[in-house]
């Protein structure tokens, strides 16, 4: 942003002519007329029947919760050399009995973050020992010292002048994981109550806060859905974490601008053009703003595309979350909030209010 702008600056004193299109897209998506009210049916089932196969999944096979939210251990671990994230998970996964751990370059490549949640639900004292052992025996090959001790290796002998080995344990118990978890639903429903109050009032009308809000739950439901159909298939990590959870906050409010701003072009089309029905007024003001739409999400998608591919393996999961909340907040805006809103409204209601002004000036004229 900052180099484009010093760019458009420099033009512009240079009264070089800018062009923000070419031949091919000069005129893409500027006249388009599709009906999104008349096809609001459609979507409605479509969007019903994704959600019920959701709830149906969730009850069913429910969500791969992470550390954050089931408990677990968290460990420091330093190298004699650089390491690979990858091949240390592989290599835990085997140990831990095909329970794959979250690892992390920490700091420097040849230091890292594992947490496993592996018997997080037994309260033995004898606990810490197994876990330690089994990274122990797990991440020894990844030394080129090859006589490095458990001892030298363990918690045990935690210090700040500590090489290699295990620098750092923390536990993340059940108890604290349910507060967890309990916050982040709170965060959520919190969002969409004071996103509801802000569009109802500066819309002044509830059905559009309504409309929207309906519309980002729909979105959240989705994505959440996907994680609970998926987390068994996909080649990668998704679990339910706080960086979910910050994934969904971040759809939200991505999905909650481009709405605003499509709700916002049908409020200055309904007072531009009283005398037309309501459903052509939110048709046109749609159309106009598709291509802002797609452009905005397309470009965004590009990115995202882009960090899911080459980003790593740890911030897969949440990379792809926000690439289905995208698509999905996308679609929502168009094709949830705006019908929701007129189904809400009503034609009828919408065409006394729009006729009022023109019913005054008649009387007028008569009198």
């Known amino acids: ?47 019903t029947v994704i959600i019920i196969v959701g709830i149906g999944s969730l009850i069913v096979r429910g969500l791969n919760y ?14 004699d050399q650089d390491v690979s994230t990858n091949d240390i998970r592989q290599a835990l ?9 979250e690892v992390k370059t920490f700091g420097p490549a040849k230091q890292v973050k594992i947490t496993t949640k592996y018997m ?39 210090s700040d002048d500590k090489l290699v080995g295990i620098l750092s344990s923390q536990k993340v118990g059940p108890t604290i994981a349910d507060d ?3 916050k ?60 979910f959870i910050a994934a969904i906050l971040t759809i939200i409010g991505y999905s909650i601008n481009d709405t605003v701003i499509i709700f916002d072009r049908i ?34 998608i590009v990115v995202l595309l882009t960090i899911f591919l080459f980003g790593g393996e740890v911030i897969r999961g949440f990379t792809f979350a926000l690439l289905i909340g995208i698509v999905v907040g996308t679609y929502s805006s168009l094709f949830i909030a705006s019908p929701i809103a007129y189904d809400l409204i009503g034609e009828k209601r919408q065409s006394k209010i729009a006729a009022k002004p023109e019913e005054a000036k008649n009387k007028n004229n008569k009198k």
């Open 120 to 158: 997080i639900d037994d309260p033995g004292d004898e606990v810490d020992g197994i876990i330690q052992n089994k990274l122990f025996n797990g991440l020894k090959q990844f030394y080129v010292n090859q006589n490095i001790t458990y001892t030298k290796f363990s918690t045990d002998v935690e």
């Open 267 to 300: 409020r200055e089309y309904s007072g531009l053009y009283p005398k037309k029905a309501f459903i052509d007024n939110i048709n046109n003001a749609l159309n106009s703003t598709l291509a802002r739409t797609i452009n905005t999400s397309g470009t965004t």
């Open 184 to 243: 982040a639903i709170m965060a959520i429903t919190f969002a969409l109550i004071v996103i509801f109050i802000y569009v109802a009032v500066r819309f002044k009308k509830w059905q559009f806060g309504l409309g929207g809000v309906v519309a980002l739950f729909h979105d959240t439901l989705i994505t959440i859905s996907m994680f609970s159909l998926l987390y068994t298939i996909m080649p990668f990590n998704l679990e339910i974490d706080q960086a």
């Open 180 to 182: 967890i978890r309990n």
């Open 93 to 101: 996964t085997t140990e831990f009995g095909d329970s794959a751990p």
């Open 1 to 47: 942003i900052f180099i484009s702008r010093l760019i458009f600056n420099w033009m512009m004193n240079k009264n070089l002519k800018l062009n923000f299109a070419n031949k091919f897209t000069e005129n893409v998506l500027t006249d388009t007329k599709f009906n999104f009210i008349g096809v609001r049916k459609i979507t409605y089932v479509l969007s």
């Open 66 to 79: 992470g550390v954050d939210f089931s408990g677990g251990r968290t460990y420091v671990v330093r190298f």
